[in-house]
């Protein structure tokens, strides 16, 4: 790149930085780059909207190289030019702002950065979608919990939801504002789609056993053998009653499991797919809590 072209570069890029500071977004590592990888899309575009500048005040020659390096593109108006991300990286890279290895770093630390050891205690919220998915028996694909709207089981999920919140409040686990909240500024989702959204950290606190895809579909994905299944299984009812996980409420926990099973499930599933019906499974559920107040005291 030639010295007149690389100024025109910093043009652009001086442009963009200035108006990512007037909008007052931090700038990350002081990179634009990796700003710019953490900003919304929605910021984005509007810098790179804001950040044009007319091709008339480049030079011709100037202008054609940058577009042959894909430095600069068009905008949507075909006489303004915008930085494109190979540009920002080009000219950070030669001042030593970023390379291949800051960048790696960089990913390996926002993104990697699972602790094996120590998981984040589960939200109240939380609670209420895990312990509720277990008494319904939600553990695969096949039984899933689905409040797609066109399959009319909203108001059923909410009534399990309801009821687990409760059963929560009185073994003393959630308080009673957090039942007042549970469905807090549900206006634009009805309420059990809008539990179920507002629980952006439930994954990792899971350890990834609970999972969702894109159609209003959960589930807890469960292991196939009994063993792993009642350890899996044992390991989540401490994660939701901790210290109250107890052979004083291990009658409770159970009974209220099966209640949940056995009166509410049939309107949730079906039937013909819902292995988890089996009274094998009643078995398990039990095992998994007396397990889970065995190991984890």
Request: net charge negative.
């Amino acid at each position: 790149m030639t010295e007149p072209d690389e100024d025109n570069l910093h043009h652009f890029y001086n442009l963009l930085i200035n108006n990512i500071k007037k909008k007052k977004i931090p700038i990350k590592k002081n990179s634009v780059f990796i700003t710019l990888i953490e900003a919304t899309q929605s910021n984005v575009l509007q810098l790179i909207y804001s950040s044009t500048i007319p091709g008339h005040t480049l030079s011709s020659e100037s202008l054609t190289h940058l577009l042959e390096q894909k430095l600069i593109k068009k905008s949507d108006d075909n006489r303004q030019y915008v930085i494109t991300a190979r540009g920002i990286w080009t000219l950070e890279k030669r001042n030593n702002i970023i390379n291949e290895t800051m960048l790696l770093d960089y990913f390996e630390n926002k993104k990697f950065s699972i602790s094996i050891e120590k998981t984040e205690d589960l939200e109240y919220r939380e609670k209420v979608i895990i312990f509720s998915m277990i008494a319904a028996r939600a553990f695969s694909k096949k039984s899933w919990l689905d409040v797609q709207s066109q399959h009319g089981l909203q108001d059923y999920w909410k009534e399990i939801f309801d009821l687990t919140c409760q059963k929560l409040v009185d073994l003393q686990i959630i308080t009673e504002k957090n039942k007042t909240e549970l469905y807090y500024r549900s206006v634009h989702d009805p309420p059990a789609v809008s539990l179920l959204r507002r629980v952006p950290g439930i994954q990792p606190r899971t350890k990834f056993v609970y999972q969702h895809d894109s159609s209003l579909h959960y589930w807890l994905e469960m292991p196939e053998s009994d063993d792993e299944f009642v350890s899996k299984l044992a390991w989540l009812f401490f994660r939701i009653f901790k210290e109250k996980l107890t052979f004083e409420n291990l009658d409770s926990i159970f009974e209220f499991c099966l209640e949940i099973s056995q009166e509410k499930s049939i309107f949730v599933f079906d039937l013909n797919q819902h292995k988890f019906s089996d009274p094998k499974f009643n078995e398990l559920i039990k095992e998994a809590i007396i397990k889970g107040i065995k190991e984890y005291h």
